[in-house]
């Protein structure tokens, strides 16, 4: 159960930021006032409104990919809710604490390819839903893991933080 918890988090956390740099597109767009740059996929469907919410996702990700464990902890509001397996941590502290670390390992070695992104903002929250499908090993052997996330973030003065994700995965059945 806790190795399908840390692919879990791993998928969600990458939410999109290994494809946005296979792609090499420039996170940073969104910050400049200008359309996300990867809104001309067709299975992105994401306003430039919520350009800078889906730039924190991906700062996020690849924070926890590097093991920046920092940028993960400035990116995290306090009270964040993390559901994943059936299971909760109920605060940053908690998810630092305990599977951030583990996450951090995993990512470190996986292949993230995004598939589908939805984001939408109202006023000062913004939902980002992704499907991603993760490459990895587990025990010396390939893993592919088809994976959903959902982060919620508030803004808080100037600064989206993520308030809530949900993670879920399962394993991609060979064709």
Known sequence: MKSITILLVAVVA????????AQSTPAAL???????PVEARSDLDVPAAAGPAVAVVERFGKALAAGDMKTVEELLAPDVLILETGGAERSRAEYLGHHAISDAKFLKGSHHQ????????SGDLAWIGSESELHAS?????????STETM????????????????????????
Do not use: F
């Not at 969104?30 to 996300?36: F, K, N, R, V, Y």
């Not at 587990?138 to 088809?146: A, N, S, V």
């Not at 989206?160 to 059945?173: A, E, L, Q």
């Open 114 to 121: 995004l598939k589908r992104r939805t984001a939408r903002t």
């Open 30 to 36: 969104p910050h400049t006032g200008h359309a996300h």
């Open 14 to 21: 990458l939410g999109g930021v290994m494809d946005a740099a």
């Open 138 to 146: 587990k025990d010396g052997k390939p893993l592919t893991l088809l």
């Open 152 to 175: 919620v973030l508030r803004k808080i003065g100037a600064d989206w933080r993520i308030v809530h994700i949900h993670w879920s995965s399962r394993p991609k059945k060979a064709k």
